[in-house]
């Protein structure tokens, strides 16, 4: 049974910074391409960022480029996504998928979310 389970959500102050992981069990991690999209109150669904089996591209939304990271560890099936300067426009569920949900590429599974509230 494939699994994507999210951690590190929370609450910050705008400019403050959190880790979000993402575990994977169930399917060959190596294999798939792992991301990120994140869904606001009211608002549609965003992706957020992805990163490839190899780990050497990672694709990110203008919104976050610059502030987030995004980084895969195959050895542990996990993926990090560290954002920095968080903004309260950044204030969403975010959900860790398999695939990558941005641009033409697909996903297929993803976890129950995280909850991120960022403060003025």
């Known amino acids: 049974e494939v699994q994507l389970v999210e951690s590190g959500g929370g609450s910050v102050q705008a400019g403050g910074s959190l880790r979000l992981s993402c575990a994977a069990s169930?399917?060959?991690?190596?294999?798939?391409?792992i991301g990120w999209f994140r869904q606001a109150p009211g608002k549609e669904r965003e992706g957020v960022s992805c990163i490839f089996s190899s780990g050497a591209a990672a694709y990110y939304a203008d919104s976050v480029k610059g502030r987030f990271t995004l980084s895969r560890y195959n050895a542990k099936n996990t993926v990090y996504l560290q954002m920095n300067n968080l903004k309260v426009e950044d204030t969403a569920v975010y959900y860790c998928?398999?695939?990558?949900?941005?641009?033409?590429?697909?996903?297929?599974?993803w976890g129950v979310g995280t909850q991120v509230t960022v403060s003025s």
């Open positions: 998928a398999r695939g990558c949900p941005m641009g033409s590429y697909g996903m297929d599974y």
């Open positions: 169930g399917f060959t991690f190596d294999d798939y391409a």
